[in-house]
């Protein structure tokens, strides 16, 4: 995917995912919050006497919509690894200190800052970065920001959010099942040897992804990891070659135009036998992974990010509400000064030692800006706060709130330095 289309779509959800959190809060705390609270939390699935899968509607967003917004993450990351921005040690060496400094750094001032042992399993909260968010706030400042500063805000993005995969895989996850594990290994073994093969099945990784996510949830890693590694099994190259692809398509076009019918309005049989093969050589051309990614980026950025947003972002806000102030407080300065601190000093350090090098028309400033941005973390602060917290919903409010707190501040200050910056920045 081109990266001007992808950061359009993702500015776009960004302003979508601002609208959903709004709307949920606002919701949340209107005459109407008995329907909002009730509705996720209304049960659908399948049950049969031998079989039960029956689940809140929260959790079918949160366990199973997600796992399709990180099969596309998977997507993106694996394209990113081998035709992307982080296909070259020279390409990834910067984004990579960046990403470094933004996953440790909020995670060592949380665990500076709080005191309070019930709460330690939330240092995972402070360390992602919402990319969405963060590219709707670039787009505000439109010609202001240079490609490049866009495509490392990116790539640095694509990196953390391996971090936070890893982390979820890891920590987040309890009770396993090892032998479940097993089994949904070697399904996902025999799509890997496929892949290897440059064999895609549409149909059958289908079937084996529900399959595997279904076992994952079952043997107690969350399921959306299950989308991750199914996403690095989809094969990346093409079955024909493009030069070869352009010789078809032109004489199928010439085909086309030797045998229309001009005293017809419809198109004639030889026609829709040559629209037929142009549609046999483009499926030839597509790359599986681009063309997943392309079908499922648009529903991952419009609709799945956006529910998720509505469904998980609405805290009740009352008189006798038991929020944790304290826990506000360290999630939101560690996501706004972990993330301001940790991009910049690893980038500085980078930058000292020769290890890195400034992209092309980008200055430290900016980067300073992008740091601040990197303290945007909503969407995937949120999903882990679920998963840290899955037992109190009363810390799950309070991480949702300093999320919020921590994420504007975030975003208005790297908004600000950027616009201040703007003798540098234009183009």
Known sequence: MPINKFIKIESLSGILLFSATIIALIWANSSFSHIYASLWQSKIGIE?????????????INDGLMAIFFFVIGLEIKREMLIGQLNSIKKISFPVFAAIGGMLI??????????????????????????????????LLGNRVPLGLKVFLTAFATIDDIGAVLVIAIFYSSNVSWILLVYAGILLFILFILSYKNIYIKYLTLLFGIIIWFVFLKAGIHPTIAGVLLAFTIP????????????????IVSNI???????????????????????????????????????LHNWVAYFIMPLFALSNAGVIFSSDMNLDYYLITVIAVSLFFGNLIGVTLMSFIGIKLKLTKL??????????????LGGVGFTMSIFIANLAFVDNPSFIDSAKVGILVGSLIAGLVGYLILRLNNKTIKQ
Do not use: C
């Open 48 to 60: 049969t006497p031998n079989f039960q899968l029956v689940k809140p509607l929260i959790l079918w």
């Open 106 to 139: 909020p995670i060592i001032l949380f665990f500076i800052l709080n005191k309070n042992t019930e709460t330690t399993n939330g240092w995972g909260v402070p360390m992602a970065t919402d990319i969405a968010f963060a590219l709707a706030i670039l787009r």
């Open 236 to 251: 990346v190259r093409q079955k024909i070659s493009t030069s070869k692809y352009l010789i078809k398509i032109s004489n």
């Open 257 to 295: 135009k030797e045998n229309a019918n001009n005293k017809k309005s419809i198109l004639s049989k030889k026609q829709i036998a040559n629209i037929d093969n142009l549609e046999d050589w483009t499926s030839r051309v597509q790359s599986p992974l681009q063309h997943l990614e392309h079908r």
């Open 359 to 372: 992209p092309q028309n980008v200055n430290f400033w900016q980067i300073i800006g992008i740091a601040s």
